[in-house]
Nanobody, 123 residues
Framework: QLQVLESGGGLVQPGGSLRLSCAAS????????IGWFRQAPGKEREEVSC????????YYADSVKGRFTISRDNAKNTVWLQMNSLKPEDTAVYYC????????????????WGQGTQVTVSS
């Protein structure tokens, strides 16, 4: 089984921080590219950040650049998304996804998805 599991979501005030984790089960994370995506109610799922298995290169959506950081720890088979300076518009269900040999960081490129973790940014 190839499975990823997100955790770390919750309720935070604007300007606060959360760290999401994506744990891999049934596969070795270092063989896979990992992406973080989010979907707000009534909106399309959008890319947030991706990290490559090949060279560790990263991608960030313009909306989160400078605020979010993606990292991976292959020894722990885990990818993290550190989210700082959170805004109400960051409120969404956040999904972790895994795929091999992606070209970019598009929703359509990923085949294995976690169940999602809710992030709510509100005062």
């Amino acid at each position: 089984q190839l499975q990823v599991l997100e955790s770390g979501g919750g309720l935070v005030q604007p300007g606060g921080s959360l760290r999401l984790s994506c744990a891999a089960s049934g596969f070795t994370l270092d063989y896979y590219d990992i992406g973080w995506f989010r979907q707000a109610p009534g909106k399309e799922r959008e890319e947030v950040s991706c990290i490559s298995s090949a060279d560790g290169s990263t991608y960030y959506a313009d909306s989160v650049k400078g605020r979010f950081t993606i990292s991976r720890d292959n020894a722990k088979n885990t990818v993290w998304l550190q989210m700082n300076s959170l805004k109400p518009e960051d409120t969404a269900v956040y999904y972790c996804a895994a795929e091999q040999r992606i070209r970019g960081c598009a929703v359509s490129e990923f085949g294995s998805w976690g169940q999602g973790t809710q992030v709510t940014v509100s005062s």
